[in-house]
Protein backbone atom coordinates (compact mmCIF):
# COMPACT_ATOMS: atom_id res chain seq x y z
CA UNK A 1 0.00 0.00 0.00
CA UNK A 2 2.82 2.44 0.97
CA UNK A 3 4.52 1.38 -2.41
CA UNK A 4 1.33 2.32 -4.28
CA UNK A 5 0.81 5.76 -2.48
CA UNK A 6 4.13 6.87 -3.07
CA UNK A 7 4.01 5.98 -6.83
CA UNK A 8 1.29 7.77 -7.19
CA UNK A 9 2.81 11.08 -5.96
CA UNK A 10 6.20 10.32 -7.82
CA UNK A 11 3.61 10.28 -10.86
CA UNK A 12 1.91 13.08 -9.89
CA UNK A 13 4.90 15.16 -9.38
CA UNK A 14 6.68 14.41 -12.12
CA UNK A 15 3.54 15.34 -14.49
CA UNK A 16 4.35 18.86 -13.28
CA UNK A 17 8.69 18.03 -13.91
CA UNK A 18 10.01 21.02 -16.38
CA UNK A 19 10.05 19.97 -19.79
CA UNK A 20 12.86 20.62 -22.52
CA UNK A 21 11.94 24.38 -24.27
CA UNK A 22 11.37 23.59 -28.04
CA UNK A 23 11.10 27.16 -30.06
CA UNK A 24 8.35 27.28 -32.39
CA UNK A 25 7.99 30.37 -34.62
CA UNK A 26 4.57 31.13 -35.26
CA UNK A 27 2.79 33.64 -37.81
CA UNK A 28 -0.22 34.74 -37.37
CA UNK A 29 -2.25 34.85 -40.41
CA UNK A 30 -5.63 36.79 -38.80
CA UNK A 31 -6.01 40.39 -39.17
CA UNK A 32 -8.18 40.80 -35.85
CA UNK A 33 -5.23 39.09 -33.77
CA UNK A 34 -4.93 40.68 -30.09
CA UNK A 35 -2.26 43.41 -29.53
CA UNK A 36 -0.16 43.64 -26.88
CA UNK A 37 -1.00 47.25 -24.72
CA UNK A 38 1.71 49.02 -23.19
CA UNK A 39 2.26 48.28 -19.21
CA UNK A 40 0.49 51.11 -17.51
CA UNK A 41 1.56 50.27 -13.09
CA UNK A 42 -1.66 51.94 -11.17
CA UNK A 43 -1.90 52.08 -7.31
CA UNK A 44 -5.76 49.87 -7.30
CA UNK A 45 -7.52 49.03 -4.36
CA UNK A 46 -7.14 45.39 -3.34
CA UNK A 47 -8.89 45.43 0.68
CA UNK A 48 -10.07 47.84 3.50
CA UNK A 49 -7.68 48.81 6.21
CA UNK A 50 -10.33 47.33 8.65
CA UNK A 51 -9.43 43.73 7.08
CA UNK A 52 -5.91 43.75 7.35
CA UNK A 53 -4.58 40.45 9.33
CA UNK A 54 -3.06 40.95 12.72
CA UNK A 55 0.54 41.80 12.66
CA UNK A 56 2.26 38.27 12.31
CA UNK A 57 -0.15 36.59 9.38
CA UNK A 58 -1.80 37.55 6.28
CA UNK A 59 -4.66 37.60 3.78
CA UNK A 60 -5.78 37.60 0.50
CA UNK A 61 -6.79 40.15 -1.79
CA UNK A 62 -7.58 41.11 -5.57
CA UNK A 63 -5.68 44.12 -7.37
CA UNK A 64 -6.31 44.67 -10.85
CA UNK A 65 -7.28 40.62 -11.83
CA UNK A 66 -4.20 39.41 -10.06
CA UNK A 67 -4.46 37.18 -6.75
CA UNK A 68 -2.49 39.25 -4.30
CA UNK A 69 -1.32 38.16 -0.52
CA UNK A 70 -1.03 41.35 2.10
CA UNK A 71 1.22 40.39 4.86
CA UNK A 72 1.58 41.88 8.06
CA UNK A 73 5.00 41.76 9.50
CA UNK A 74 5.87 41.45 13.76
CA UNK A 75 6.18 45.63 13.86
CA UNK A 76 3.04 46.16 11.95
CA UNK A 77 4.86 46.83 8.20
CA UNK A 78 2.70 46.11 5.54
CA UNK A 79 3.77 43.84 2.50
CA UNK A 80 1.96 42.36 -1.09
CA UNK A 81 2.86 39.78 -2.84
CA UNK A 82 1.68 37.54 -5.59
CA UNK A 83 -0.60 34.70 -4.05
CA UNK A 84 0.37 31.94 -6.30
CA UNK A 85 2.80 29.78 -3.93
CA UNK A 86 5.35 27.99 -6.29
CA UNK A 87 5.74 25.00 -7.34
CA UNK A 88 2.14 23.96 -6.71
CA UNK A 89 0.28 27.22 -6.72
CA UNK A 90 -1.28 26.81 -3.20
CA UNK A 91 -2.55 30.40 -1.47
CA UNK A 92 0.32 32.17 0.19
CA UNK A 93 -2.36 34.17 2.03
CA UNK A 94 -2.40 31.00 4.21
CA UNK A 95 0.90 31.43 5.45
CA UNK A 96 2.91 32.51 8.84
CA UNK A 97 4.63 35.68 9.10
CA UNK A 98 8.06 35.50 10.90
CA UNK A 99 11.21 36.95 10.68
CA UNK A 100 10.90 39.33 7.91
CA UNK A 101 9.57 36.19 6.15
CA UNK A 102 6.41 34.23 4.58
CA UNK A 103 6.51 30.73 4.78
CA UNK A 104 4.69 28.55 2.52
CA UNK A 105 1.62 26.45 4.28
CA UNK A 106 2.00 23.05 2.78
CA UNK A 107 5.36 22.70 1.41
CA UNK A 108 7.13 24.86 3.92
CA UNK A 109 9.04 27.42 1.63
CA UNK A 110 10.22 30.50 2.73
CA UNK A 111 10.49 33.93 0.88
CA UNK A 112 11.39 37.33 1.51
CA UNK A 113 8.66 39.63 2.56
CA UNK A 114 10.70 42.43 0.71
CA UNK A 115 11.96 40.78 -2.44
CA UNK A 116 9.84 37.54 -3.07
CA UNK A 117 13.12 35.78 -3.18
CA UNK A 118 13.27 32.16 -1.93
CA UNK A 119 14.86 32.01 1.64
CA UNK A 120 14.43 28.35 2.04
CA UNK A 121 13.44 25.87 -1.05
CA UNK A 122 10.35 23.31 0.49
CA UNK A 123 12.17 22.20 3.00
CA UNK A 124 9.58 19.98 4.72
CA UNK A 125 9.24 15.82 3.74
CA UNK A 126 6.45 16.38 0.85
CA UNK A 127 8.21 19.81 0.47
CA UNK A 128 12.03 17.79 0.01
CA UNK A 129 10.01 15.31 -2.68
CA UNK A 130 7.55 17.82 -5.13
CA UNK A 131 10.71 20.77 -4.61
CA UNK A 132 13.31 18.61 -5.59
CA UNK A 133 11.94 18.43 -9.49
CA UNK A 134 11.86 22.13 -9.51
CA UNK A 135 13.83 24.97 -9.09
CA UNK A 136 13.60 27.19 -6.87
CA UNK A 137 11.17 30.44 -8.10
CA UNK A 138 10.37 33.44 -5.98
CA UNK A 139 6.72 35.13 -5.43
CA UNK A 140 6.41 38.69 -7.22
CA UNK A 141 6.00 41.54 -5.11
CA UNK A 142 3.99 45.20 -5.09
CA UNK A 143 4.32 47.98 -3.66
CA UNK A 144 1.54 48.87 -1.25
CA UNK A 145 0.37 52.03 0.29
CA UNK A 146 -2.67 52.78 2.69
CA UNK A 147 -4.86 55.41 0.95
CA UNK A 148 -7.90 56.82 3.39
CA UNK A 149 -9.91 53.45 4.55
CA UNK A 150 -8.19 51.22 1.58
CA UNK A 151 -5.22 49.47 1.16
CA UNK A 152 -3.73 50.20 -2.97
CA UNK A 153 -1.66 47.60 -4.72
CA UNK A 154 0.56 49.23 -7.63
CA UNK A 155 -0.16 46.67 -10.52
CA UNK A 156 0.16 46.88 -14.13
CA UNK A 157 -3.33 47.42 -15.02
CA UNK A 158 -2.86 45.77 -18.60
CA UNK A 159 -1.70 42.62 -17.10
CA UNK A 160 -4.53 40.62 -18.51
CA UNK A 161 -4.86 41.97 -21.11
CA UNK A 162 -1.53 41.19 -22.38
CA UNK A 163 -1.92 37.30 -21.10
CA UNK A 164 -4.78 36.95 -23.30
CA UNK A 165 -3.20 38.45 -26.14
CA UNK A 166 -1.25 35.28 -26.54
CA UNK A 167 -3.93 33.14 -26.85
CA UNK A 168 -7.19 35.52 -28.62
CA UNK A 169 -6.94 35.93 -32.24
CA UNK A 170 -10.31 36.81 -33.10
CA UNK A 171 -13.70 36.50 -33.96
CA UNK A 172 -14.23 32.67 -34.68
CA UNK A 173 -16.15 30.99 -37.75
CA UNK A 174 -18.93 28.57 -38.01
CA UNK A 175 -16.35 26.07 -38.49
CA UNK A 176 -15.06 27.41 -34.92
CA UNK A 177 -11.90 28.69 -37.08
CA UNK A 178 -10.52 32.20 -36.33
CA UNK A 179 -8.34 32.09 -39.86
CA UNK A 180 -11.30 31.92 -41.84
CA UNK A 181 -9.41 28.98 -43.67
CA UNK A 182 -10.58 25.41 -44.67
CA UNK A 183 -9.79 22.55 -43.67
Do not use: H
Amino acid sequence: MKLAVFATLAAGAAAFAPTAQVSVSVTRSSALNAKKVPEKLVYVPCISTDDLPAPGSATSGVAGGLAICIAVDEKGSVYALGDKCPPVNQPLSFGKVKGGTISDPVLGTTFDLKTGEVVNWCPSGLGKLIGGIFDPVGVPVYPVQAKGKTVNVQVDVNYKANFEADYWSGILDAQGKSNGKYY
